[in-house]
T-cell receptor
């Protein structure tokens, strides 16, 4: 079955370290998204991509970067982790650019920055 | 910009009907989506309304009124497993990505 997987599922790191969260989907979806979820804030959009070499900033992109070198993967990098980036991170994908109603989410990556 | 408002918590008993409202402000409207998320799990898609009216899918229905910038999710014959958070979402101004509300936590008791 096609799926979307995130790794690691749990990570603890220290302030100032670089962290990369992986996202891999096997649906061959062009559109991929990264959200963070914090209590009281719901899901907030970090970055998204509509295809290889395409990346776009979301609502809360400061301190994060993404790259899209193939259709399947959209890794999220925190260049210098901060305690404010402690959160649960969700990757998602969708079939068509114009159909933004249905997203398929991964199981999430819980990041703690000490 | 965009904003979505939904109640933070709703409680109900098994077998009851509950309605979760969502009002939105957006400069370009494409449709209203609803997602369910169980504690510790991934959000899962429930419904999408692009046009006014009621869409029914089993025990869940979703309604949209574009003139009122308002929608709701209706859950009937509530079961304990319906205890979860429910999020409404609309596309951003460019229609390129979804923006989510802060979520409504539904607690179903026996």
């Amino acid at each position: 079955d096609a799926e979307i997987t995130q790794s690691p599922r749990h990570k603890i790191t220290e302030t100032g370290r670089q962290v990369t969260l992986a996202c891999h989907q096997t649906w061959n979806h062009n559109n991929m998204f990264w959200y963070r979820q914090d209590l009281g804030h719901g899901l907030r959009l970090i970055h998204y991509s509509y295809g290889v070499q395409d990346t776009n900033k979301g609502e809360v992109s400061d301190g994060y970067s993404v790259s899209r070198s193939n259709t399947e993967d959209l890794p999220l990098t925190l260049e210098s982790a901060a305690s404010s980036q402690t959160s649960v991170y969700f990757c998602a994908s969708s079939r068509r650019r114009e159909n933004t109603g249905e997203l398929f989410f991964g199981e999430g990556s819980r990041l703690t920055v000490l | 910009g965009q904003s979505l408002e939904q109640p933070s918590e709703v409680t109900a008993v098994e077998g009851a009907i509950v309605q979760i409202n969502c009002t939105y402000q957006t400069s370009g409207f494409y449709g209203l989506s609803w997602y369910q998320q169980h504690d510790g799990g991934a959000p899962t898609f429930l419904s999408y309304n692009a046009l006014d009216g009621l869409e029914e899918t089993g025990r869940f229905s979703s309604f949209l009124s574009r003139s009122d910038s308002y929608g709701y999710l209706l859950l009937q014959e509530l079961q304990m497993k319906d205890s979860a958070s429910y999020f409404c979402a609309v596309p951003n101004q460019a229609g390129t990505a979804l923006i989510f509300g802060k979520g409504t936590t539904l607690s179903v008791s026996s």
